[in-house]
């Protein structure tokens, strides 16, 4: 993972980011409502990690008025527009949440899609639940294995490599332990109709999403009109988001 250019991808699209993110939209309120379901006892310190242009961010605003929120992303771009949303009643920092530069405890942790862009997820959730107070929770939606599944397939089947990150299934983030915490994950699929293979891969650049694997050659312009046309041909170009939601909470 090349953070800083996951960074300046973000950055660049932090202004057309919110034109193109239904399903973002969609999962920071249905994470809202995790977490309210939760009935947690009015936390005091919250974290959020990767706020983005502050759709969760707007939701935890709402839920949790009185608490002292410190509202970070890995892109100072993306913070700026999550501070014209959200206003100077909570505190900002650009910060890599996979490695937390932070001194305090959280009673709260929470995140929406932003954990699919660290590198190794395990131990990340490892060193995120250790700025857990007792009793904490980290609450977050990621992405799993069966994303954009589709684009995927099409790809394999004319035998071309795929650029898109890999994710992992969730049976695997089912088996993750951590010392002193209950982890549990669960998963819920949405299905975003796109025009065309075109408009999936356009919309994929205007929220920044579109950082490839690293040492990944882009497809020659030939290549990228075969894939357009399967997907054409299967007569829909609709896509998996496989969204992972993990609560972790640790010990009293
Ligand atoms: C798909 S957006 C989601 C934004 C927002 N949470 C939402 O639901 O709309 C991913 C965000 O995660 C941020 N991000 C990516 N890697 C990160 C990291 N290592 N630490 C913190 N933020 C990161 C990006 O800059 C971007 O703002």
Known sequence: MNKKLIAQSFGKASNTYEKDAPVQKWTAGFLAEVIKGLDLDQPVDCLEIGCGTGFLTQEMK????????????????????????????????????????LDRKFDLIVSSLAFQWFQDLESALKGL????????RLVFTTLGQETF??????????????????????EDMQKIAIKGCQVNFDRQKRLQPYENGIAFLRAL?????????????PLLPGQM?????????????????????GTITKEA
Not at 129 to 136: I, Q
Not at 205 to 217: R, W
Not at 228 to 245: F, H, N
């Open 205 to 217: 650049k205007m929220i920044g999403a579109q950082a490839p694997q690293p040492g990944y050659q």
């Open 149 to 170: 599944q589709q684009w995927r397939d099409n790809l394999n089947q004319q035998g071309m490599a795929v650029g898109l990150h890999d994710y992992p299934p969730l």
């Open 62 to 101: 709402t839920l949790f008025p009185h608490a002292n929120w410190l509202i970070t992303d890995l892109s100072a771009d993306m913070l700026e527009s999550c501070r014209a949303r959200i206003g100077d009643n909570v505190s900002y920092q650009v910060m890599d949440g996979e490695h937390p530069a």
């Open 129 to 136: 639940s250790d700025l857990l107070k007792p009793g904490g």
């Open 225 to 245: 009109r075969k894939v357009i046309k399967a997907l054409e041909k299967s007569g829909s170009c609709a896509m998996t988001y496989d969204i992972l939601v």
